[in-house]
């Protein structure tokens, strides 16, 4: 694709299909409405929440979410302790409509309401950042805040699903903010054994190594999947944050260290938080910066820019790509949900050049979508079949979306891990 120069892209004001704003009053109370301004917030017990409820220790750090889009209101639990209610009913994301009633646990109970007025999202001039690209609007607002986040040196938490581009995204951001010849440093947190990581990320004497701080000096660090980090590494990492040196494993000596931090998560950190896993000191000083990379189900009318800069980047001929860009197909790419998201993509669009065939999105990758039953059956046959091919195409998406975590996949489902085991043997998985 054509090369972009994100440093000096402008930033537009965009007033369609902008949010509306809205308002929380917590009623158990009796206190007056806060009202959001820009879509989205958080409600919890701990500073930074827009809704903080500090006086209810059922209430989690990081308790619910709500996020206004596309004319839309959804409400998201978090992981809490004690659930989240909409108008009386445990949800762990429910849509809302003006007037409903949010319960965070037992007691704390909150309005929603709509408001008329509408917030200014900004949307980036260009429909590409680094090598990120996508004319959506949901990648517009990306591309609008990772145009400003290259220009400071603040720390920045890259959140997204598997293969939705973070490592990308960081490398965009320092080439965009750095100097070409600055340096760029990835640590993988989920890839290395505590003992491996320990030494990559603080440095050792015997052996002499030095630590990917110092690596990176006057450049960019990125900790990928910062999720995994084990709480002695957490606690280990923040007076380095906290005061820009370290010391190296088997010595007492102070070496300042000094480059930006980026991380990558394809969790909810907050979720973390709440349950123990993460500390919040080093969550705030992690997410001073966020970004949510939106995933590819929820911008297909990306799909054929990134086919077509897919092919050309793959260098094929005219009649290898051609297959590859008939309508038809590109129709059939917009309609899958590509539980591995780009990533996915791209490697779906390699198998078909191998291939010398325009594949068919595997099963595994449609949408589960209504469509018509067979009405000679009976209800309870007819109801019996959906229900079937629903729980196998949610479990192969939700296990996808996993990475083949069990475990993981059951949470993010809100199932037992031993009903997902059954459902899995049951369809074959």
Not at 82 to 90: A, K
């Amino acid at each position: 694709m054509a090369e972009t120069s994100n440093r000096t892209q402008k930033v537009e004001r965009f007033v369609p299909e902008t949010p509306r704003q809205f308002s929380l009053q917590r009623i158990d109370k009796a206190e007056a409405p806060v009202v959001i301004g820009d879509g989205r917030c958080q409600i919890g017990s701990v500073d930074g929440c827009s809704l903080r409820i500090a006086d209810d220790p059922r209430v989690s750090r990081f308790h619910c979410e709500v996020v206004v889009e596309k004319g839309q209101a959804l409400v998201k639990d978090l992981d809490s302790s004690n659930g989240t209610f909409v108008d009386g009913l445990q949800v762990r994301e429910a849509y809302l409509k003006d007037g409903s009633m949010i319960r965070l646990g037992p007691e704390a109970t909150v309005r929603f309401r709509l408001l008329e007025e509408r917030s200014e999202l900004q949307l980036s001039r260009s429909p590409a950042f680094g090598t990120l690209i996508g004319d959506s609007v949901a990648m517009r607002i990306c591309f609008a805040q990772l145009e400003k986040m290259a220009a400071s040196t603040k720390p920045v938490l890259i959140e997204g699903e598997t293969g939705t581009g973070k490592t990308v995204t960081a490398e965009a951001i320092h080439a965009s903010a750095n100097r070409p010849d600055a340096p760029f440093v990835s640590l993988d947190c989920g890839a290395l054994s505590e003992a491996d990581l320990e030494t990559s990320l603080f440095g050792k004497v015997e052996p002499r190594r030095i630590s990917a701080f110092e690596e990176a000096q006057g450049g960019t660090l990125v900790l990928e999947e910062v999720g995994e980090l084990s709480p002695a590494l957490q606690l280990r990492l923040l007076p380095v944050l906290e005061k820009g040196e370290l010391r190296r494993q088997g010595s007492t000596a102070v070496v300042p260290v000094k480059c930006r931090i980026l991380c990558t998560t394809r969790g909810d950190l907050r979720t973390r938080v709440n349950d123990g896993r993460f500390k919040i000191e080093l969550y705030y000083r992690l997410a001073v910066l966020r970004v949510q990379l939106p995933p590819l189900r929820e911008r297909p009318e990306d799909i054929p820019q990134l086919v077509d800069y897919h092919l050309r980047a793959s260098a094929l001929k005219d009649e290898e790509a051609a297959p590859l860009k008939e309508p038809m197909f590109i129709e059939r790419l917009q309609a899958a949900s590509w539980p591995g998201n780009v990533r996915e993509l791209f490697n779906h669009l390699e198998r078909s050049a191998v291939m010398q065939s325009a594949l068919a999105p595997n099963q595994s990758q449609k949408r589960v979508s209504v469509s018509v039953t067979d009405a000679r059956k009976t209800y309870a046959e007819a109801r019996r079949g959906a229900l079937e091919r629903f729980e196998e195409g949610y479990v192969l998406g939700v296990l996808r979306l996993h990475n083949g975590n069990v475990s993981e996949a059951a949470r993010h489902a809100g199932i037992d891990r031993a009903y997902l085991h059954r459902l899995i043997k049951r369809h074959g998985i």
